[in-house]
């Protein structure tokens, strides 16, 4: 069985500085991750994925986030907020197990202070 | 591509009315899911079609949800009667399943929907 665990609902950052969102997945197979963002009443958009080619994925708006296969990890990362990124984030992974359909995190809120 | 289409963007309706969510996926994708969105539950999946047969449909809450999928082109989800605990925002999305590299999913705009 595959799960994925957002280890904070919530993250507030002054602009400016680093973001770091913390994701955890499990998985029996070699998985595919995504990270998808939603603006307030807005749709669901893809931030970036990995499908296991480079480790480290670069995405849009200056967003990255790292695979480590030893920590099951993939964290979300931005060297500098901005007030365009408060939003929600959403950590999601696929794989032979879920017959490649999205098994989704409970999303953590970005929170950015002026 | 213009992306995924729904309509209506916004749907409000009284209780014990029929409501039909419209959704016309990517084209060349092969699956459509249909999510809904709450504030309590978060983002559920509710169907998803593979080549527009229903694959899992364990999400939808009762039978007065029904969806469809009639050609490659477009779905249908409808409740009758609604009740003003389906006021939620609707997500289709779509995607080309079938490898890792390939099934992302891109999602429509979303339908609120306000059963009063």
Redesign the interface.
């Known amino acids: 069985a595959q799960s994925v665990t957002q280890l904070d609902s919530h993250v507030s950052v002054s602009e400016g500085t680093p973001v770091l969102l913390r994701c955890n997945y499990s998985s029996s197979y070699?998985?595919?991750l995504?990270w998808y963002v939603q603006h307030p009443n807005?749709?669901?958009?893809?931030l970036l994925?990995y499908?296991?080619a480079a480790t480290l994925v670069k995405g849009i708006n200056g967003f990255e986030a790292e695979f480590k296969k030893s920590e099951t990890s993939f964290h979300l990362t931005k060297p500098s907020a901005h007030m365009s990124d408060a939003a929600e984030y959403?950590c999601v992974v696929?794989?032979m197990d879920s017959?490649?359909?999205?098994i989704?995190g409970?999303?953590t809120k970005l929170i950015i202070k002026p | 591509d213009a992306g995924v289409i729904q309509s209506p963007r916004h749907e409000v309706t009284e209780m014990g009315q029929e409501v039909t969510l419209r959704c016309k996926p990517i084209s060349g994708h092969n699956s459509l899911f249909w999510y809904r969105q709450t504030m309590m539950r978060?983002?559920e999946?509710l169907i998803?079609f593979n080549n527009n047969v229903p694959?899992?449909d364990s999400g939808m809450p009762e039978d007065r949800f029904s969806a469809k999928m009639p050609n490659a082109s477009f779905s249908t989800l409808k409740i009758q009667p609604s009740e003003p605990r389906d006021s939620a925002v609707y997500?289709c999305?779509s995607s080309l399943?079938?490898?890792?590299?390939y099934?992302?999913?891109?999602?429509?705009?979303?339908t609120r929907l306000t059963v009063l």
């Open positions: 070699s998985p595919s995504f807005k749709g669901l958009q893809l994925k499908t296991s959403f696929s794989n017959n490649y359909q999205l989704w409970a999303g | 978060g983002l999946l998803y694959i899992d997500f999305a399943m079938g490898t890792p590299s099934n992302e999913q891109f999602f429509g705009p979303g």
